[in-house]
């Protein structure tokens, strides 16, 4: 049974995208983790197949008397950093409700964010997916990206 690992600390966007999966790939075993630690955590101990990678990550979860440490606005990034630092191979796909990241003059649009990590992690980051939920293309495009990889 193919395996899929959700990172995303946003509980509505993590209850879309389980809900998406659910009724997309019913034969697929769907886990989730809310930060970057936890994912990382979850990666090596799962072996998932796909990873549905949040940009903007906590670094590790929130608990009734901490809210999950320092958010990064680049903590999918950082996850892939960690990935290959570990040396894990799992085909990653970004999705993120986010047109652009960063402040001033270290903004950086979707685009460039896409051409970036495809250019440093090409062995593990197979492209994105523009979250909206109030727009139905995203689930037209996730499906496409996973089945893509799942065959």
């Not at 990666?43 to 958010?71: W, Y």
């Amino acid at each position: 049974m193919p395996k899929i690992l959700v990172v995303e600390d946003d509980g509505n966007k993590l209850e879309q995208l389980c809900s998406f999966l659910k009724e997309n790939f019913q034969s697929t075993e769907v886990r989730t983790a809310r930060s970057l630690r936890s994912g990382i955590v979850a990666v090596r101990k799962q072996a998932p197949n796909v990873v549905l990678l949040d940009m903007t990550l906590p670094n590790f979860d929130a608990t009734p008397d901490d809210p999950g440490g320092q958010t990064h606005k680049f903590g999918g990034r950082e996850f892939l950093k960690q990935l290959d630092r570990f040396s894990i191979v799992v085909p990653v796909i970004v999705v993120t409700q986010f047109i652009t990241f960063g402040q001033g003059n270290e903004t950086i649009s979707l685009e460039d964010l896409d051409n970036e990590l495809q250019h440093l992690f090409k062995q593990n980051y197979t492209g994105l997916v523009y979250y909206h939920a109030a727009i139905q293309r995203w689930k037209e495009d996730l499906k496409s990206r996973i089945n893509a990889i799942l065959g």
